[in-house]
């Protein structure tokens, strides 16, 4: 959360990337909090973090200094020379003791060319949103891992918009169908998958069922030829 500053000091100035991160997610907090416990924790003194905090407007997360003890370092979000890392932890409370659950250990893994850390991006909304912009999908090919520049990339309304070709499979992920709100329009959108598939063609639908409690079978169907 703080680095090296101009005079020495270890933990003089905020770190931008931290400081980025919680800008955004200190608003989530208290939802967050509706279900799970949720702390920042720093190395720095407790004052000095306190006052970074009250400088970002930051009133929602907890605090905490890990000052003076091992945490930072036994949990690899301190490096062997000191140097502070932005790691996410999941501890949880069983049988009277307290768990190590997991860490966002993808830090520790190389890097692929041109790309930086993800690790902690699950909880950075600042990305989630240039992720969507018209520059990072041009960009996406340069970006892509050996192969994935041959994925054509197509902005445009899903119950509307056509490409080129057709194609074995279509995917609508996470909920996306949903922002259809009317039946005419998700009627048209199905119509333009139709339109898409290659004879024999799956489209899969990835939604959530209110009041489903996991005992429904998925029931699939298949465009006939």
């Known amino acids: 959360m703080l680095d090296p500053g101009p005079t020495g000091c270890p933990l003089e100035v905020a770190c931008p990337t931290c ?23 720093a190395k720095a003194p407790i004052e000095r973090f306190q006052a970074h ?21 036994d949990y690899h979000a301190e490096s062997s020379d000191a140097e502070q890392r932005p790691m996410a932890t999941v501890f949880v409370r069983r049988d009277g003791a307290i768990h190590h659950l997991w860490s966002s250990e993808l830090l ?9 850390p993800r690790h902690v991006d699950f909880m950075w909304p600042l990305w ?7 520059e990072a999908a041009a960009a996406t090919g340069g970006q892509a891992k050996p192969g994935g520049n041959e994925i054509g990339v197509t902005m445009g309304d899903l119950a509307t918009t056509r490409v080129g070709g057709t194609v074995k499979l279509a995917y609508l992920v996470r909920n996306t169908i949903m922002n259809l709100t009317t039946q005419d329009a998700q009627v048209a959108c ?6 898409h598939l290659e004879p024999g063609g799956c489209f899969v639908i990835e939604v959530m069922v209110r009041g489903c409690n996991g005992s429904h079978r998925a029931r699939p169907s ?4």
């Open 190 to 195: 199905f119509r333009n998958v139709a339109a």
């Open 19 to 41: 400081t980025s991160m919680l800008d955004g997610i200190d608003g989530e907090v208290p939802h967050i909090t509706q279900h799970v416990s949720f702390a920042v924790a």
């Open 128 to 134: 989630a949103v240039l992720d969507r912009t018209p």
């Open 222 to 225: 298949r465009r006939s030829p």
């Open 108 to 116: 520790l893994v190389p890097h692929e060319p041109d790309q930086g």
């Open 53 to 73: 905090a009250h400088t970002r407007g930051w009133h929602h997360a907890r605090l905490l200094s890990s000052a003076g003890t091992t945490s930072n370092r």
